[in-house]
């Protein structure tokens, strides 16, 4: 029996008591007990007694003091600070109590656990249900007939909305002696909860449960969870967090003051419960940043609460049960939250922070109880003790890394955190890492087992000490027994590993290549440690490298039956991790390295052990960027990159192709391939089949761009393999959902769904490279349907943006809309309603394309127009679509406009309507929206300026437009914002003086004034969008460039270098470790802030310089031109009163634009005539 098992009885007294309580508010004595009720303590009864007194509470200085970190900083803490409720620590009146955990406490009446004040009575009073009748329905849900189960799920979801439904869940809970039906019934509630608590997108139309139910709910859910075990208490937690997130503190003010009083009590279960809730508040307020309210009264909650936090660890560390490692395990978890943002004034206290880095450190160096060590590694890892361990070594890490370490707060203006990180690193920093070296120490003697994430955790920290020169002054003298010893025996194959080699290819590829996931695996860690290292303390390098080569050179020289092949695997592991270093500029071995790897790598492509023979493969592929100096070593290489691509070892076929990518570069390797790349796409495809490795889809992709004339006759069937390989990815995606059943939000992305999205990167580049082969293009269009379809149809939402650029691709591609396409517009228009209207910026593209290349269709298919419109009305009338989202839909409105002049006369009306009433109800913030709302308008002048003078006229609407557009043409920064102010201004100087409205004639002359400062601006903005296009255009053909990180110093190239001689402060600046904690910090204030950073949004750039556009075709100068001529022609006087009112600056202006247009012409004409002369040429020619 389990001591669990053992406070069960009390445990259910505790809760019956409880219950009575919140049903009378009075206490009464339990006649049926056999022991007389303790009497709470003056301690007890000292508790407060009004909602949200913990915001009030002083919390006095802790009592104990360190004045240095030494060998005593592991000294138990026996003098524990008092909390604000002035409870014992886990002990009664006793003289001498039982350790907590250690053996059962006490039984305890229910008077031991104090109930907390409630800001106002609930009794269970709802409308009266068949509490019984429920309780049948949820035994029936678990009833093996799936015609029973289903006819009482039915009827569970018909009556889940009558009010009172949620307290007949907690009454069965309450009661229900059957753990398959309490199961049932919490995970019901869960769901319930997560439903109807708070209206979401996910389940917009679920009814919500009634204010005074979940008033009921609070009061009742901390005594249940109190008194719950194992898997209800599990299902509970998400319960607790989700109302949380929504209620506290205004609707649940008196939840620290229960909290508290369970942390405060003497049983084991109550404790824990109290230690899930303050876990809960922790999680809840972990994104809260210094600037805002939230963050203040968390730092209350912290004050008031954590002493006894600390006070409970402090018993804990001494304890061996199961239970104990379970508390410390969540303890630690907490301070973690607590901390994840931002590091109180409170636990900067010196005091407060010396006690629990030593509860940290007693945690790290704590022997694991044997019952925590089970056979299974990862089944050890599980383990509350090595939970609680991790989370040690997190804190840890996390103290020095954000707060500790000096450099990490070289740009903040708080004395008190620059103080914090000197004494940090100065006291505790050390200590840390002596705790760290010892634990390591056991580790390699094999005296004691470190989990993954303690040696991923151990190994971030030296890669952090690094850098600080007084923490690079303790590391280096261990630096290379740690090399040795440690960061190489992480680094080579476990015994593991190679099974999963050799028996579970699949399952090995993911772990070693699926960087995203295995970014936290001790052997990444390791790495990183490496290239920190070796980029930070250069010569480094050397001792590294003498070290791999004394293992290849032992192998080397070795019997075959005494080579230690797992050791050599580990060191090329090794140097290809430092190739970026090695192969730096001014690097002094960076031309030795082409014959280490003739030597020492070649002979492994054919080794007898397939991990070596992959390995040779990734080998190559890390040192990609040496120019080999005998062209025949690159050939060597590449015949036996294509052996090992037919080898039988899967993974040896995946890194052998991956490796062939980056040999491309090449010319002779380019050369050798082109008559083969239809083979080796084969081969590609077939292992994208075989194992699900996103990498693979690059391969194949930058092989489909660079072969792109040598595929072409293959494109067909390569588009069906890929569509085939795409579907059966979907399937198992799809499958996948459906197994975690309703519980899960969103769909399941995991490799299959980045491999999917990798297949589909690459269709889209083969649809590019078939522009010139329009009947290809239209026979892969019919073969991709089904991707298009399956994708849209099943809703995967993550695979949304590469479907609309394979539409895009197509579309643009062909310049024309085939029926095929017109149906993937039916699709996406049916998924834009579906509830997508939040991608309409990836549909974008591809919309443009139908408005544009299907014009002429469109005309004959109002149907379509009206989708359109509808598209673009639903984003201006759904209010949970902001500013940025709708610019997308004044784009696509413009598209229309321009595309389909004549022919949208009637949502011309719409379109001004939707700009003006925005522009006019509110100060638009985001000056990119502002500018689009205003261009739907000159976008509509430019329609029709007759139409639209007479909308503006008719709403009242024509002088605050123009007072805006004129008021704002210097924001008009882009080519084609000022193009189409000046085409829409030569529109409204081609009307007649009488059919100007009298509110603006007095205005008139300003249109030529605003002109003229657009051609003023015209070429800079000319010249900006040529540099924007060469920059989206430039592919850079050289070697690549390492970057300065990786560039050697003169004094660093010496071999011979016996030790470094004191470090300048070079490496004390701000590394780029300290810039991402920032741009995190950034992140995470602006996600505190629950705002978008507008001013990300006010630059226009150059969006759409690659987007097609019929103003592209408009020469600006020469429409200006014709439309001033054709002014002073008709309307001579009209025209001289206008220009009476120009500037000699401006009438100078418009002259140069004059002379500009006739210079074009001049030039347009030369163009034509040279094309007209050279046609026969051409055409014999061919």
């Known amino acids: 029996m389990t001591k669990l098992e053992t406070l069960s009885p009390i445990i259910s007294t505790v809760y019956i008591a409880v219950d009575l309580y919140l049903r009378s508010r009075a206490v009464s004595s339990d006649t049926n007990s056999k022991a007389s009720p303790a009497q709470p303590s003056e301690r007890t009864r000292s508790l407060p007694t009004q909602p949200g007194t913990y915001l009030d509470a002083a919390t006095p200085t802790p009592a104990h003091t360190h004045a240095h970190i030494h060998s005593q900083y592991l000294t138990p803490t026996h003098a524990v600070p008092p909390s604000p409720w002035h409870a014992p620590p886990f002990r009664g009146n006793t003289v001498d109590p039982p350790k907590i955990l250690s053996s059962p406490p006490a039984p305890l009446s229910f008077l031991s656990i104090p109930i907390p004040p409630s800001p106002r009575h609930h009794p ?20 093996p007939d799936a015609d029973t189960r289903r006819r009482a799920e039915i009827q569970l979801k018909q009556i889940e909305e009558h009010p009172g439904f ?83 503190p205004e609707k649940w003010p008196n939840f620290m003051d229960y909290t508290m009083q369970l942390l405060n009590t003497n049983d084991a279960a109550s404790v ?179 989990s993954r994430p303690c040696l991923s955790y151990t190994l971030v920290f030296l890669d952090e000490s690094v850098r600080p020169k007084e923490m690079w002054n303790h590391l280096k003298p261990h630096l290379q027994n740690l090399v040795m010893h440690f960061v190489f025996p992480v680094l080579c194959l476990s015994e593991e590993d190679i099974e999963k080699f050799e028996d579970e290819p699949d399952e090995y590829l993911h772990r070693k290549l699926n960087f995203y996931e295995e970014a936290s695996a001790p052997d990444v860690a390791a790495t990183n440690f490496l290239v920190g290292l070796t980029k930070n303390r250069r010569k480094q390098t050397f001792e590294i490298l003498k070290f791999v080569n004394a293992v290849v050179n032992e192998y080397e020289q ?105 040999l491309i570069r090449h010319d002779i390797i380019r050369t050798s391939m082109q008559q083969s790349i239809p083979t080796i796409m084969q081969q590609l495809l077939k292992l994208a ?28 069937a390569l588009s069906e393999q890929l569509r085939d390989t795409y579907l059966r990815i979907v399937r198992e995606v799809l499958d996948k959902n459906k197994d975690n059943g309703e519980d899960e939000f969103g769909d399941y992305l995991d490799e299959k769904s980045i491999t999917a999205l990798g297949v589909l990167q690459t269709i889209g580049t083969l649809i590019l490279t078939l522009e010139s082969t329009p009947d290809v293009l239209l026979h892969i269009e019919a073969v991709l349907m089904p991707v298009i379809q399956v994708t849209l149809e099943n809703k995967l939402y993550d695979l949304y943006n590469e479907v609309f650029e394979i539409i895009d ?77 709708r610019i997308c839909a004044c784009k696509l409105a413009e598209a229309m406009m321009l595309n389909l002049r004549g022919n949208i006369d009637n949502y011309v009306l719409r379109f001004i309507e939707f700009a003006m009433t925005v522009l006019t109800a509110q100060d ?116 690549y460039d390492y970057g300065e990180e990786d560039e050697w110093a003169e004094d660093e190239a010496n071999w011979n270098v016996e030790d470094e001689p004191e470090e300048e402060e070079t490496n004390e600046g701000r590394d780029e470790s300290t810039a991402y904690l920032e741009f995190l910090n950034e992140e995470a ?73 006739t210079e074009n012409a001049q030039a347009a004409q030369l163009a034509l005539a040279q094309q007209q002369g050279a046609a026969p040429v051409n055409g014999g020619a061919s």
């Open 124 to 143: 269970v009073n709802s409308p009266k249900m068949d509490t019984t009748a429920i309780r049948g329905l949820l035994a029936a849900s678990l009833d």
């Open 166 to 248: 949620m307290d007949v869940l907690l009454e069965v809970l309450q009661n229900e002696q059957d753990n398959s039906v309490r199961l049932s019934t919490v995970i019901y509630i869960k769901n319930r909860v997560n439903r109807g608590w708070e209206k979401s997108d996910h389940n917009p139309n679920d009814t919500q449960i009634a204010e005074d139910e979940k008033a009921r709910f609070r009061d009742r859910l901390l005594p249940i969870m109190a008194a719950s075990q194992g898997l209800v208490r599990q299902q509970l937690i998400p319960v607790l967090q989700r109302i949380l997130h929504f209620d506290f």
């Open 272 to 450: 824990l419960a109290g230690l899930q809730c303050l876990l809960a508040i922790c999680r809840a307020y972990r994104f809260k940043s210094s600037d805002g309210d939230n963050r203040v009264h968390f730092d209350k909650i912290i004050e008031a609460s954590f002493p006894r936090l600390l006070a409970i660890c402090n018993e804990l560390i001494a304890q061996e049960s199961d239970e104990a490692g379970e508390m410390l395990h969540l303890a630690l978890k907490a301070y973690k939250h607590a901390t994840w943002l931002e590091l109180s004034a409170f636990l900067r206290a010196q005091q407060t922070n010396f006690g629990w880095c030593t509860v940290f450190l007693q945690t790290v160096s704590k022997a694991i109880p044997a019952s925590a060590m089970a056979d299974d590694s990862y089944e050890r890892e599980k383990h509350h003790w090595w939970k609680a361990k991790k989370w040690a070594y997190f804190n840890l890490n996390r103290l020095f890394i954000r707060h500790g370490n000096p450099q990490s707060v070289t740009n903040t203006k708080d004395e008190d955190a620059v103080r914090f990180a000197k004494e940090f690193s100065a006291t505790i920093a050390p200590e840390i890492l002596k705790h760290y070296l010892a634990e390591i120490e056991k580790w390699v003697a094999k005296t004691a087992w470190l």
């Open 558 to 662: 070795a019997p075959e039956d005494k080579k230690n092949h797992i050791a050599k695997e580990g060191a090329l592991r090794m140097i290809g991790t430092l190739a970026p270093v090695i192969l730096g500029k001014k690097s002094p071995i960076a031309d030795q390295v082409e014959y280490f790897l003739v030597r020492y790598v070649f002979p492994e492509f054919t080794s007898q052990q397939g991990y070596l023979r992959a390995r040779a493969c990734d080998t190559i592929e890390k040192f990609e960027q040496l120019n080999f100096q005998d062209q025949n070593n690159l050939l060597t290489i590449y015949r036996h990159i294509l052996d090992c691509m037919a080898d039988v070892a899967l993974p040896v076929r995946v890194t052998a192709a991956l490796a062939l990518q980056p």
């Open 689 to 716: 089949n075989e194992a699900d490795i996103d990498a693979l889809a690059n391969v194949m992709e930058d092989f489909v761009e660079v072969f792109a004339t040598e595929l072409t006759p293959f494109a067909v």
């Open 809 to 885: 691709s197509c579309t643009f591609a062909a310049k024309g809309i085939s029926p095929t396409m017109w149906q993937a517009f039916e699709l996406i228009h049916a998924t834009f309603k579906a509830g997508a209207e939040l991608y309409l910026e990836d549909m974008l593209p591809a919309l443009d394309n139908f408005v544009q290349y299907g014009a002429g269709q469109l005309v004959q298919k109002p149907e379509y127009i009206e989708a359109l419109f509808s598209m673009i009305s639903d984003m201006f009338n759904d209010n949970k679509v902001g500013g940025v989202d």
């Open 924 to 1039: 638009v913030k985001v000056k990119a929206y502002k500018i689009h709302l205003m261009e739907l308008v000159i976008n509509s002048i430019h329609y029709n300026p007759i139409l639209t003078l007479h909308i503006l006229e008719t709403k009242g609407w024509t002088n605050r437009f123009f007072s805006l557009w004129f008021g704002s043409m210097s924001n008009f920064t882009r080519v084609h914002d000022k193009k189409l102010c000046i085409v829409a201004i030569a529109a409204l100087l081609s009307l007649k003086a009488d059919q100007v409205p009298q509110s603006i004639a007095v205005g008139w002359p300003r249109l030529l004034q605003g002109v003229t400062e657009l051609f003023k601006t015209l070429p800079a903005a000319m010249k900006n969008r040529e540099e924007a296009l060469r920059d989206d255009y430039h592919l850079d053909a050289g070697t």
């Open 1085 to 1157: 204030q602006k996600f505190s802030r629950g705002v978008d950073d507008i001013e990300s949004e006010d630059d226009l750039g150059e969006d759409s310089v690659l987007l097609e556009s019929p103003l592209d075709k408009v020469d600006p100068y020469q429409l200006f031109s014709a439309t001033l001529m054709k002014m002073e022609e008709e309307q001579p006087q009209f025209y001289q009163s206008l220009a009476s009112h120009l500037t000699a600056e401006d009438q100078a202006a418009l002259q140069g634009v004059m002379q500009k247009a």
